[in-house]
């Protein structure tokens, strides 16, 4: 943008805040990001904009234009527009509809680079999305509730949960009551009209009778934590246990709630404002490591851990050599190698101290290499576990020496506690971009499928399965026919497709590989049988390697889910900005496509791996 045009921004900007309500901050002008909220009526919201603007108060030259959509996504969609009328650079839009908003959104991203938080939005039409994990929140809470009562001595016990009608506190809800059901506590919930205090004490002082029996109130913010405290000291009640969720601070925030007794416990549900101009300012600028999304990690407050929750981090500052262990799989694919490369590139552009080991795919090798980091002192420990399981022990290790653990490429099956982040893709998408590919380009036809898995226990082969069969479940002419492991190998992939052809007629429509690799090793042992590849049966794969993408190319594949392997800048990033005090997402998701014959030729050029 010209200076010119700054100057006429700046006349415009302050035009709009008077017409339309829109909060502006006045400074010498470098970047204009425009801030689209889907409403300033809920607490949490009003905390978003603070965040924000208080953030942005820490860069000379950002300047933000804030406007409010009270709810209406018409007025929002209009919101959007207007702002891009007015040249911003950026746009963080906090969507009040994520479908009604999505067209925008996308109009949006074909020109300036948009940052999307809280309601994550279908396909990858922006820069960047930030939010919670609203699943996690709600079993949190729920194991604070367990927490509560087995402090408590009480089985059997009831819980009333005060919600409100919104798709966050849906999605916390179901695995609230998961959570508690299994272990037999009975769940009373109710929706309140308004997420606030004094709602939430009307409501039980109008209705004393929703308390009887109950022994934990769960309020789906902290505002209406404390209306159910008022109400309960009004009425004279007495032993029911408070939990709230969103943990900010403040007068009556959450963490001054457990600090004074007032309520029990909450669980943080970070708003992702500070982090939104933090990424809005690296892209702007170009800087590298940025990934495609960003899960917040949540907490579980209680009085004995709010005071340390409430500190500065205990890291006063970036060592002046960062070391950095890392575990890596011996190089099991053409994935694997490219992934290797990118983070050894990365560690000497960050200036970071690399040890990097590679063991053979057993987890007791890797926890035996990751022992050595713990004794070695390192600053930070990465991992890219083989499988999910057979971590707990040396993940304890490592939190009790003070050092943090990263995952890269692969997830372990324990509480989000016993590691600091995961960087990687999202495999359950990558799973279900497959599975709707197929549906897709075989409507309404009978499709048998043949899986082909990889390494058993794996977090990337589980959860790809489950998102495929998630899109697949109540498609009733669609069905995995039959699925076995080829490890992640192009030999074994071909061993299995080999096994099959032996034992069974040819009945397939459809192959399902996980990876690549797997998927190339079928093509000439198919070939070999009279059998077309990607013309007698569509093939999809998952990585994107150069490979595939010529099998692709020469119809012998037909789609392919990218699982971006250039991992090394995400990593060194967080690397980076963990040792220099702040708090690293739960998880940190890449940037992927999806290649079929109708994309681009221009998109398969300049590939690294």
């Not at 500190?311 to 890392?326: A, H």
């Not at 990118?342 to 987890?363: C, H, N």
């Not at 930070?380 to 890269?408: M, N, Q, Y």
């Not at 794969?541 to 150069?546: A, P």
Request: proline share 4%.
């Amino acid at each position: 943008m010209s200076r010119f045009r700054r100057r006429i921004m700046g006349l415009l900007c302050l035009a709009l805040s008077i017409l339309c309500g829109c909060s502006v901050r006045q400074t010498s002008v470098e970047y204009v990001i425009g801030v689209s909220l889907a409403n300033l009526q809920e607490q949490w919201r009003l905390v978003l904009k603070d965040e924000l603007e208080a953030e942005a108060e820490k860069y000379d030259g950002v300047r933000l234009v804030i406007t409010d959509a009270a709810g209406d996504s018409e007025k929002q969609e209009s919101d959007v527009e207007r702002l891009m009328s007015y040249g911003i650079d950026l746009l963080i839009i906090s969507p009040s509809d994520v479908e009604a908003l999505t067209p925008v959104i996308s109009r949006t991203y074909e020109k300036i680079p948009v940052i999307v938080l809280d309601r994550a939005m279908e396909g990858y039409d922006y820069s960047l999305f930030i939010g919670p994990d609203n699943d996690l929140i709600g079993r949190q809470a729920g194991k604070t509730v367990l927490e509560l009562l087995a402090e408590d001595g009480i089985s059997g016990a009831s819980v009333l949960e005060m919600k409100n009608n919104s798709f966050a506190s849906e999605s916390r809800s179901a695995e609230f009551v998961k959570t508690v059901s299994e272990s037999g506590i009975a769940t009373r919930s109710i929706d309140l009209p308004e997420a606030t205090r004094d709602c939430a004490e009307d409501t039980l002082l109008a209705s004393p009778e929703l308390l009887e029996g109950i022994d934990v109130i769960f309020a789906h913010n902290d505002y209406m934590a404390y209306g159910a405290r008022l109400a309960l000291d009004k009425l004279g009640i007495s032993g029911i246990r408070i939990v709230g969720l969103d943990g900010f601070s403040g007068e009556n925030g959450g963490l001054q709630l457990v600090e004074q007794g007032a309520i029990d416990a909450t669980v943080t549900c970070p708003t992702g404002g500070t982090e939104a101009i933090r990424y809005a300012v690296d892209i702007m600028n170009q800087v590298s490591g940025i990934p495609k999304q960003i899960i917040l990690r949540s907490h579980r407050i209680r009085p004995d851990n709010v005071t340390d929750y409430q500190k500065e981090s205990r890291i006063t500052g970036k060592p002046s050599v960062i070391r950095v262990g890392y575990a890596q799989i011996d190089e099991e694919s053409h994935w694997r190698a490219a992934c290797t490369d990118s983070i050894r590139q990365a560690a000497k552009d960050f200036d970071i101290d690399l040890t990097m080991e590679f063991t053979q795919p057993l987890v007791e090798e890797q926890t035996r290499l990751v022992q050595k980091f713990i004794d070695q002192d390192m600053d930070v420990i990465v991992v890219s576990p083989v499988v999910a399981e057979g971590w707990r022990p040396v993940l304890e290790e490592a939190r009790k020496a003070g050092i943090p653990v990263l995952l890269v490429d692969r997830m372990v099956d324990e509480e989000e506690e016993m590691y600091t982040s995961f960087i990687g893709a999202d495999f359950e998408e990558e799973g279900r971009r497959c599975a709707r590919w197929l549906l897709h380009e075989l409507p309404g036809q009978p499709i048998r499928v043949l899986e082909l898995t990889g390494t058993e226990g794996s977090s990337p082969a589980q959860s790809r399965k489950i998102g495929f069969e998630e899109v697949i479940d109540g498609e009733p002419e669609c069905e995995i026919a039959y699925s076995a492991c080829g490890d992640f190998s192009r030999e074994e992939g071909g061993r299995v497709m080999q096994e099959y052809l032996e034992e069974h007629n040819w009945d397939i429509d459809a192959i399902f590989a996980h990876n690549d690799d797997m998927a190339l090793g079928t093509l000439e042992i198919m070939a070999e049988q009279g059998i077309r590849p990607g013309m007698d049966v569509k093939i999809m794969s998952v990585d994107g390697t150069s490979d595939a993408l010529v099998a692709l190319q020469a119809g012998k594949v037909n789609c392919v889910v990218e699982c971006n392997p250039l991992l090394g800048p995400q990593l060194m990033k967080a690397i980076t900005d963990l040792m220099q005090g702040k708090e690293l997402p739960l998880r940190i998701i890449t940037d992927e496509s999806v290649f079929t014959k109708d994309t681009p030729r221009s998109q398969f050029q300049n590939r690294k791996y």
